[in-house]
């Protein structure tokens, strides 16, 4: 199976706050997990991604945890900001005839208050 | 480099009425991917290219959907009858496989409304 199962839908947090996004896949052959970040009016653009040989990947305040035998995935959104306000949504791909697919979650809205 | 550019940006038409959505990917990119943005059904792949070379297109809906991707810099989406249903934000992407981080960069999408 292909599918990439995320949640909440939608998840509000106070400024400062710790913003934390699951999601879950079903296909032990994918290879590599991205985040991407999507603005209202405009394309996703990647955020940040991790590949299933580590459990953790941080790059500012973001971090992602991999846990390969539960086959799930998070984004944390740390110290976070109205800024990060935006949809989000995991990735998973898997080499298929020499390119990458992704195959996306459904996407969550974040709203940061201040 | 400009990013990935997508014509045109919104396209309002009528049932039954053909439309073309137009993509130049950024240079030197190799692989090219056309989604589909709808709040039902969220992000689709409905096809991609490699070298010019369409891959995989068991994404598309429908046989009135059609792709081509006539030289590295152009493609094209064609929607030929158009439906309501086919009402959402068209995005296309492009990617090259051998700089090792599978990044796929996104235009700013195309909103098509079909009345």
């Known amino acids: 199976q292909q599918q990439v199962k995320q949640s909440p839908q939608s998840l509000i947090v106070q400024k400062g706050g710790i913003s934390i996004i699951n999601c879950a896949y079903e296909?032990?052959?994918?290879?590599?997990f991205p985040w991407y970040q999507q603005f209202p009016g405009k394309g996703p653009a990647l955020l940040i991604a991790i590949r299933p040989d580590v459990s953790e990947k941080k790059e500012g305040r973001f971090k992602i945890s991999f846990n390969k035998s539960a086959k799930q995935f998070s984004l944390h959104i740390m110290d976070s900001q109205p800024g990060d306000s935006a949809t989000y949504f995991c990735?998973?791909?898997?080499?298929?005839?020499?390119?990458?697919?992704?195959?996306f979650g459904s996407g969550t809205r974040l709203q940061v208050q201040p | 480099d400009a990013g990935v550019i997508q014509s045109p940006r919104h396209e309002v038409t009528e049932m039954g009425q053909e439309v073309t959505l137009r993509c130049k990917p950024i240079s030197g990119h190799n692989s090219l991917f056309w989604y589909r943005q709808t709040m039902m059904r969220g992000l689709e792949l409905l096809i991609y290219f490699n070298n010019n070379v369409p891959i995989d297109d068991s994404g598309m809906p429908e046989d009135r959907f059609s792709a081509k991707m006539p030289n590295a810099s152009f493609s094209t989406l064609k929607i030929q009858p158009s439906e309501p249903r086919d009402s959402a934000v068209y995005f296309c992407?492009?990617?090259?496989?051998?700089?090792?981080?599978?990044?796929?960069?996104f235009g700013p999408g195309t909103r098509l409304t079909v009345l």
């Open positions: 992407a492009s990617s090259f496989p051998g700089d090792g981080t599978d990044t796929q960069y």
């Open positions: 990735a998973a791909s898997i080499m298929d005839t020499g390119r990458r697919a992704l195959t």
């Open positions: 296909n032990t052959a994918f290879d590599y």
